[in-house]
């Protein structure tokens, strides 16, 4: 993140977020609260005679406008489907995406709902019928500026990033440098097994947080991260525990899944690889963010010794688990 960037979030006064919503005619009673987010900055808003709404102003730089909308059409599709998901409010201008004082943002409403119990095979099947009917629709099309989850994004770019900048211990850059030669070198072996995976447009970031559950069911929320990639991306965030635990996990969501959808098993073996990824791409994450005051206050243990240490020794397991056999469901 460059200086820039940093000036635009601290100009983001409690003024500033309600004078926005003044511009697209929403008038706020006065409460603001402030939502648990990083990337963006994502607001709660009283509205006079109205229900409270949620206001997203996005991080400067991260998406051009045409991804952003990209990312809206996609949810909308998935609303016409009846697919419960929280798309942007398109106000009376007719927009979807808004400016003011050189933000974008985008206004939401307020959806509540508690975590899914995932250790309930009924609850992990709901999700997967879910998932299968996003990704159906996810398939139809491909996204255009929106980019791809692959090993180069994921993996490559964030790995170089890191080196480059000086973020990693010099006692511990050799031992980093060879463990993520090694952890790519496994993420690209188990593409190889799994063959030519097709890619469809995906929610990109599945892991429960993002899923809210009611009495009526789950509903997905917060798209920002939505991009290309193969279907077990959706999938294998929803997994945890010991291996059997995860097989039969695994089993309960494609029940549900291919109902919808079907599935290609030949990405099971990227489960491990995209964990991975994920591993490689979330260091550099924090890393690209950490001018910002938000990220050294909210994650005070990043860039210790302690910090890569752990994060060398996660990677030398993934080494191993990338060449076992992948999961498979029963």
Known sequence: MNSSEQLSFSALTPDCVLDAL????????????????????????????????????????RWSDEAILEEHAFVNELVAQEIPV????????GASLHTFAGFRFAVFERHGGRAP?????ATLEWLGRFIGRIHAVGALQPFVHRPALNIDTFGEEPRAYLLDNDFIPRDLLDAWRSVTTQALDGVRRCYERAGDVHGLRLHGDCHCGNVLWTDAGPHFVDFDDSRTGPAI????????????????????LLAGYEDFAEFDPRELYL????????????????????????????FPWFNTQRYWQDRILELREQVSL????PLWPV
């Open 271 to 298: 489960i491990e690889a995209l964990r991975t990824l994920r591993l490689i791409h979330y260091s550099a994450w924090l890393a690209r963010r950490w001018e910002d005051p938000a990220f050294p206050v909210a």
């Open 322 to 325: 990338m060449d076992e056999a």
């Open 117 to 121: 119990e995932l250790g309930d095979p």
């Open 22 to 61: 003044e511009s697209v005619g929403l008038y706020s009673d006065g409460r603001l609260l402030a939502l648990n987010s990083y990337e963006n900055r994502v607001y709660q808003v009283g509205i006079e005679d109205g229900p409270p709404l949620v206001a997203k102003f996005y991080r400067p730089g």
């Open 233 to 252: 991306q959706d999938l294998w965030m929803l997994l945890s525990g010991e291996r059997s635990e995860q097989v039969r996990q695994l089993s309960d």
């Open 86 to 93: 929280v798309p942007a409010t398109t106000l009376a201008n």
